[in-house]
């Protein structure tokens, strides 16, 4: 098992690779949030696209390091956009990241979901209903719970730690469960990382920003690392921001700025543990 010495030099090497190398992870991603996950990827230093088509899809899966896919406020036609973009990402040997945003909710959501069991996505983040609810559409756990009320969770991350270690076995990837301490596991390792602020729950979109920036990180690190990265990244400047912030519209500015000033050393820093999976 890694070391905390390692994972903290793995966590600072990739903060300051991504801020040298600019690298573009774009995204198919949330109507309502686009804006800050876009913000949120340029901020740590990567670069961000938007996509909609079937074809930009198939052209960003043959050009870009690494895909976020992010399954909220989905159109008729990402039927298409999304599947043609996996078996691009596919045979093109692309890493990316899942968001099963609202899973259970509608059956164009469902279907998709189904079919990307297929493709094992790289990483996957959802909050703790989301991992419960995906585990068993996947047929990998049968858990108690994962009911979504829109795109809250109303279990607790300690309540889907097995099922998203079943996840990370299931996909070889990384699964990371956002709550009031975010759980990252790639099958082996459990990693709890803490820090952050309640305040990143009152702006639309915290969740799916840090899929982004996920994605950012994976353009330079194995999952495991690029997912916690994202992870203390978020932490890190949520407790920054929230020493600023007098409501969630200056935490959101301050968030921002922390993301993109904070000091990669200081993020490596981060309070975290880190435990043998069951």
Known sequence: MMTEKNFRSNIQITVEKVRA?????????????????????LAVGGSAAMIYLPDEGETMAKVARAVYINLGTLMPFYAETIPRTLRALEKNQKPFVVDPVAIGIGNLRTEILMQMKNFKPTIIRGNASEIISLAKLWNLHEEDGGS??????????????HSAVELAKFTKGTVAVSGEKDLITD??????SLGGSPLLSKVTGGGCALGGVMAIY?????????????????????????????????????????????NAADV???????FNAE
């Open 268 to 274: 490596a820093a981060s309070e975290f543990a880190v």
């Open 148 to 161: 979504v009320r829109g795109v809250d969770s109303t279990e607790t991350v300690e309540k889907a730690a």
């Open 187 to 192: 099958g082996n390792v459990v990693i709890y």
């Open 218 to 262: 994976l353009t330079v690190a194995s999952p495991i690392i690029a997912a916690f990265t994202a992870t203390a990244m978020f932490n890190c400047a949520g407790t920054r921001a929230a020493e600023k912030a007098k409501a969630p519209a200056s935490f959101k500015m301050h968030f921002l700025d922390e993301l993109y000033s904070i």
């Open 21 to 41: 190398e600019n690298p573009m992870a774009p995204s198919i991603t949330n109507t309502v949030t686009q804006d800050f996950v876009a913000n949120a990827q």
